[in-house]
């Protein structure tokens, strides 16, 4: 590796950074649901899934090829700009896991790197129908995509599981949520430790490291993969609690529903090279479970906090990127600059997340129930609660019974006749 010099270092530093932040971010896309029904323990599902992260990430580099070669013009793309466009997606990835927003990784890496490029080289520099059919289109597709194949697959699901005998098909339902939260995770190794291969790998180009049109070297990969994996394994249990038992409440059915279905969405656009995110595909199929059940609800006040997120990641992070990019190109004490306040933020959030430190022992102990209405409130208060439905904290006070006619006689007087 010919040309390695000190931004270039720095800038494959701070991807792997982001990789770290990307692993925490989206541990709650394989492992939430696991968690919140109780098929695995919260510490035993983060170290399963950070194990398939990094499996996942030797399996395939087409996600990694379209950030490096498809998404922006190599040509006139120096480190600096790959250094900027990390920082707008690492500040973004840490804000929404801040407030438990499980917004995309991915939208953020990739709005970073838009901007960037547009402060560096112009709006020509970004290729505008790789960014139309391998990045927006998908990310609308993929929450409704997985969302219907869910809500559908829940529905079978309890269909064919009427007759069953309860505890097995408990016991069946929570296998098989192991397995399918596995495969999410392999999923995830497969596409968003790509991502980081693909930034990286361009940076090599930009630097004259490698040759361009390179696939990822063989450490780029496995660097990747284990700052992914290290990230998956201290989880995030802010958005774990979020995606969990913040959007629906599930039964191990609508668990294994939810996450067979955003495997099979994720798998497939790894293959075809879409650099989907995983947050969107999980968070839709969440949701269509949620709705598939009979009775079941989609806490819609969380959902459109959630999707206010996804607006804004890209906008968000390629404004970042490009201011940072601007403070970058007026030298070395620029990016001194820029990476001095990336630490400095990054410090200013990790202390603020400790006035409510959410971890594995209570990140399915606090009730996500969304707060009764006005109206609810209102018909609470004035009409009795259906019988058998007093909480067992209420008292009363059961006065004696009437009089008899047989007890009202007089102490005092003639005998009856």
Do not use: C
Not at 310 to 336: I, K, Q
């Amino acid at each position: 590796m010919e040309n390695f010099s000190l931004i270039l270092a720095i800038v494959v530093v701070t991807a792997l950074a982001f990789d770290f932040t990307n692993g925490f971010h989206d541990t709650a896309n394989a492992m939430a649901t696991t968690i919140s029904t109780g098929a695995l323990k919260p510490k035993v599902a983060v170290a399963m899934s950070a194990v398939l992260n990094l499996v996942g990430a030797f399996l395939s580099v087409e996600v990694a090829n379209t950030i490096s070669k498809g998404l922006v013009d190599e040509s006139g793309i120096r480190p600096e700009v790959i250094f900027a466009a990390l920082v707008g997606a690492i500040l973004w990835n840490l804000l929404t896991w801040l407030v438990g927003l499980p917004s995309s990784s991915s939208h953020a890496l990739m709005g970073g790197l838009i901007g960037a490029t547009i402060a560096s080289a112009g709006a020509g520099a970004v290729h505008g129908d790789v960014l139309v059919t391998k990045v927006l289109i998908p990310a609308v597709a993929a929450p409704i995509v997985a969302g219907v194949a869910a809500l559908l697959a829940t529905r079978l699901s309890y269909t064919l599981g009427q007759k069953a005998e309860g505890k097995a098909a408990a016991k069946g339902y929570r296998t098989g949520q192991i397995a399918s939260a596995g495969l999410v995770s392999l999923a995830h190794g497969t596409n968003d430790a790509q991502k980081t291969m693909g930034i990286i790998t361009l940076a090599l180009v930009a630097g004259g490291a490698i040759a361009p049109d390179s696939d990822p070297p063989t450490w780029v990969i496995l660097s990747a993969g284990l700052a992914i994996a290290l990230g998956t394994y201290l989880g995030g249990w802010r958005i774990i609690r979020t995606m969990g038992t913040g959007l629906t409440d599930l039964q191990p059915q609508q668990g294994f529903a939810a996450q067979t279905s955003a495997a099979t969405v994720i798998l497939a656009s790894s293959h075809l090279g879409f650099s989907l995110s995983t947050t969107h595909a999980v968070s839709g199929s969440v949701m269509g479970a949620g709705l598939g059940r009979k009775g079941g609800v989609v806490r819609w006040s969380t959902a459109t906090r959630m999707f206010v997120a996804w607006g804004l990641t890209l906008p968000a992070a390629a404004l970042v990127g490009a201011l940072a990019e601007s403070v970058t190109n007026l030298g070395d004490w620029g990016t001194a600059a820029v990476a001095v306040f990336l630490i400095a933020s990054s410090a200013a959030i990790w202390k603020l997340s400790r006035r409510e430190v959410i971890d594995h022992h209570n990140v399915v102990a606090a009730d996500q129930a969304e707060p009764a209405g006005v109206v609810t409130q209102a018909i609470a208060a004035v009409i009795p609660p259906p019988a058998g439905t007093v909480p067992d904290t209420l008292t009363a006070t059961i006065p004696a019974p009437p009089a008899t006619a047989q007890s009202t006689e007089p102490a005092a007087g003639p005998a009856a006749v």
